[in-house]
């Protein structure tokens, strides 16, 4: 029978290798907001014209805008991960994003008008939106999966963490070069905080 340390092992070392698309973009998308000055373009990708069409669609007094957005997006055949605000009170804006692009639609309601642009999205706003990019509130499947996929990964995380710990503590000779390590990021980690 294998023994606890060689099951813990195992599952350290196939976690840390499943993990590691999901660690290299959060690590990499992380560097990424901490330095964005780096990367920024004052370029910003130009919005290309899609359709200005008429449309009309009844928006009830006290309706909710996720229903209201998701139908005009039904509409249009652009059913997806979307973001609805009304910057006006006769204005209705979504954002239909993708990881790769993006796609404006504004809804003038006085007017009847429905407005749809497009946005090709730099590599760098791509890594980022992989980042912030989660919740259970988008439509489809594919955003739900992506979700899911982000709950696994981080509970492999603290899986993980969990079983390097304990590695750490079986193996005597190195519980004092292993209590330094978790000591200092542990303080560091306490002190921003605090300060923060």
Same mark, same amino acid.
């Given at each position: 029978m ?12 196939y ?19 901490s330095?964005h @000055?780096?990367?920024?373009? #004052?370029?910003q ?6 359709? #200005?069409r ?8 006290? @309706? ?5 957005a998701?139908g ?8 997806? @991960?979307?973001?609805a ?12 994003f993708?990881?790769? #692009?993006?796609?404006?639609?504004t ?8 407005? @749809? ?15 912030f990019r ?16 982000? #709950?696994?990964?981080? /509970?492999?995380?603290? /899986?993980? /963490? ?20 978790v000591?200092?990021?542990t ?10």
């Amino acid at each position: 029978m294998k023994s606890f340390d060689h099951f813990n092992r195992r599952t350290h070392l196939y976690l840390g290798l499943f993990l590691t698309p999901w660690l290299v973009m959060y690590g990499f998308s992380s560097f990424l907001i901490s330095h964005h @000055a780096w990367f920024r373009s #004052d370029q910003q990708p130009a919005w290309q014209p899609v359709f #200005d069409r008429e449309y009309q669609r009844a928006v009830p007094e006290g @309706a909710e805008l996720r229903s209201v957005a998701q139908g005009i997006l039904a509409d249009c055949g652009l059913e997806g @991960a979307f973001w609805a605000q009304r910057p006006k009170p006769d204005e209705i804006r979504i954002n239909r994003f993708r990881f790769w #692009d993006e796609t404006r639609l504004t809804y003038a309601l006085k007017d009847h008008r429905l407005r @749809a642009e497009k946005q090709k999205l730099r590599w760098d706003q791509v890594v980022l939106r992989m980042h912030f990019r989660g919740g259970f509130m988008q439509p489809t499947l594919r955003d739900t999966l992506w979700a899911v996929l982000v #709950d696994l990964a981080c /509970v492999g995380i603290l /899986v993980w /963490v969990a079983s390097g710990l304990i590695m750490w503590w079986r193996l005597a000779r190195l519980r004092f070069w292993g209590a330094l390590a978790v000591l200092g990021g542990t303080v560091s980690f306490v002190l921003l905080i605090s300060r923060l």
